[in-house]
C-alpha cells in the first residue's frame, strides 16, 4: 500500500507485461494523461471527452473503489466489441487514492 503521499498501482500491458506506477497524490490528472505521460500506448484521440473509447481499459482489482461511471462513458463502453465488467475509459478516472493497489489492464 502507498504512503499517504503517493498512490501506487500496477500496469499491464496486453502482452501481459507489468509495471507499477507510483505518483504524487496531488498531481490532479486522470488516469489517462498519466499513461500517456508514462509512454503507453494509449490514443486518446478525443482528448479525454469520453468521446472515442480509445483509452478502454480494464480495472483487474479495485474496480469496487473507484466512483460509478457516468451515462456518458457508460453509453461509450457499450459500443466496445471487447467491454468487460469491470471496463473503464481511463479518462474518466481521476488519479486519487482509490486507485491505490489496483490494476489496470490496457485494452489498446
Known sequence: MADKDTISFDVQSSTGDVQRLELPDNINLSLMEV????EYPIPATCGGMALCATCHVEILKGVENLSTPSDTELDMIDTLPN??????????????????DAVILLKG
Open 35 to 38: 499513461l500517456k505521460a508514462s
Open 83 to 100: 467491454a468487460a465488467a469491470n471496463s473503464r475509459l481511463a479518462c474518466q478516472i481521476r488519479l486519487d487514492h482509490r486507485l491505490d
